[in-house]
């Protein structure tokens, strides 16, 4: 079975500051990938970035970025420079034996 | 248009009553799901389908159907609607099986269904 756990419900920042979001996972699989989807109150999944297991690099995507800790089982999520658009629902989530397999969110609102 | 359409938005439907939830995609995508969202719980899988024909259980089936007699198409079934299968339901699709590939899943605009 695979898990993925996201011990902080709610999350708040000021516009223009850093934000981590945490996430820990589990899974017996040596293929797999990491994601971070972002559900604004639209209700519309959007990804935000991916990260291949085998990579050491973390992945960046503009003001997003990744701490992937593969040993630890760790994936955080980091948004610099945050603005009043990313306030929003995030959801990691763990791709591995055919299926996306999500934890339960962290609502990050990010106040003016 | 291209993409990923779900419907019914919203379904109000009764305890007992049979009611199916519409998914197309227009990619040809092999890999189809169905998830449900509720509160505290996130997103979770029901059914997924590898291509047409070929189906299989999420984590949350009982009391769900699916069928894909099409490619396109994953209609998912609620044979005998329960209060508890209140939730908002959303679709996805991606080109290949998760952990074959980085791919990343698409996803309908939800349904939110009320059973009462």
């Known amino acids: 079975a695979q898990t993925v756990t996201q011990s902080q419900p709610e999350m708040s920042v000021q516009e223009a500051e850093t934000v981590t979001l945490s996430c820990t996972y589990d899974?017996?699989?040596?293929?797999?990938?990491l994601f971070w989807y972002k559900q604004p109150p639209s209700r519309q999944m959007i990804l935000v970035i991916r990260?291949?297991?085998?990579?050491?690099q973390n992945a960046t995507e503009n003001r997003f970025s990744v701490n992937f800790q593969k040993a630890a089982k760790s994936f955080s999520l980091k948004i610099s420079d945050s603005q009043l658009g990313d306030t929003a629902m995030y959801f990691c989530?763990?791709?591995?034996?055919?299926?996306?397999?999500f934890g339960k969110g962290t609502l990050l609102t990010v106040n003016p | 248009d291209a993409g990923i359409t779900q419907s019914p938005r919203y379904k109000i439907t009764e305890t007992g009553r049979q009611v199916t939830l519409m998914c197309h995609q227009t990619?040809?995508?092999?890999?189809m799901f169905w998830y449900r969202q509720d509160l505290g719980h996130g997103l979770r899988l029901i059914y997924y389908?590898?291509?047409?024909?070929?189906?299989d259980k999420g984590e949350v089936p009982d009391g769900y159907v699916v069928s894909r007699s099409k490619t396109e198409n994953f209609p998912l079934t609620l044979e005998s609607a329960t209060r508890s299968q209140t939730s908002v339901y959303f679709c996805?699709?991606?080109?290949?099986?998760?952990?074959?590939?980085?791919?990343?899943?698409?996803f309908g605009q939800g349904t939110r269904l009320t059973v009462v």
């Open positions: 990619w040809s995508h092999s890999y």
């Open positions: 989530a763990l791709g591995s034996n055919y299926k996306l397999t």
């Open positions: 899974t017996s699989e040596n293929n797999y990938y």
């Open positions: 990260q291949e297991a085998y990579k050491q």
């Open positions: 389908s590898a291509a047409a024909d070929i189906t």
């Open positions: 996805a699709s991606s080109e290949y099986g998760q952990g074959l590939g980085g791919a990343e899943a698409f």
